[in-house]
């Protein structure tokens, strides 16, 4: 980033702030106050794929958790502190998992080489794409990267229909409901995959039950 950049933020900041008190002077001292988002969205950290841009949605509107390839991990402590707290104390109705064409996470994790650190976040897209590898090797190189990209978000979902507080909240109030979601980096475009989501709750709850 040029020091320009750097220097513009903090007046970009000022004219915005600005624009919402002309707006809505109550803008700022009413989400002081609290935050009731509906959305958890679990995106990618890709600079190019902005939660609140794309959703055209305001501050307070959505709870946002990013990390390279979107990744729901089991024993990430970050992700699933994020969830638990989204799920039982913001109470929203809906968790998405937002991936993207064109992501470097996924295309990295297609090369079968070393990448260090990275190795061990990764391997959870490798086994995505060994889980899913029949139906990916028929296709070509485009069409097999779009396609891990859209299983990949497809089991991230799966992963967070597995644990415990989703289960539980679903179970007592039936929501929230998971969306997988994919955006477009070409066009801008975000598409929903459309998951059945009750058709998958069901199965996971027939091998990954954890409430009763
Ligand atoms: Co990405």
């Known amino acids: ?31 002081a106050k609290e935050q009731t988002p509906e959305f958890l969205y679990i995106g990618c950290s890709d600079s190019r794929v902005p939660a609140n841009v794309i959703m ?12 390279v390839a979107n990744l729901v991990v089991n024993t990430d402590i970050n992700a699933q502190s994020v969830i638990q707290y989204a799920v039982e104390h913001l109470h929203v109705k809906h968790v998405v998992v937002c991936g993207h064409y064109g992501c470097g996470g996924i295309m990295a994790a297609m090369q079968p080489a070393d990448l260090g650190l990275m190795n061990g976040w990764l391997r959870e897209v490798r086994d995505v794409y060994r889980q899913h590898h029949e139906a990916l090797d028929v296709l070509n190189d485009e069409a097999r990267y779009r396609r891990l990209v859209e299983l990949n978000v497809q089991e991230q979902c799966i992963n967070i229909i597995k644990t415990a507080c989703v289960q539980r909240h679903w179970l007592k109030h039936s929501y929230p409901t998971v969306h997988g979601w994919v955006y477009d980096l070409r066009n801008g475009l975000l598409k929903d995959l459309e998951l ?17």
């Open 1 to 31: 980033m040029s020091t320009d950049l750097y220097k513009q933020i903090f007046e970009n900041n000022r004219k915005w702030v600005e624009s919402k008190l002309s707006q809505d002077e109550a803008f700022f001292e009413r989400l």
């Open 196 to 212: 059945n989501f009750a058709g998958i709750m069901k199965r996971i709850q027939e091998i990954y039950r954890l409430e009763a």
């Open 56 to 67: 055209g949605v305001e501050p307070g509107d959505v709870f946002v958790h990013r990390n």
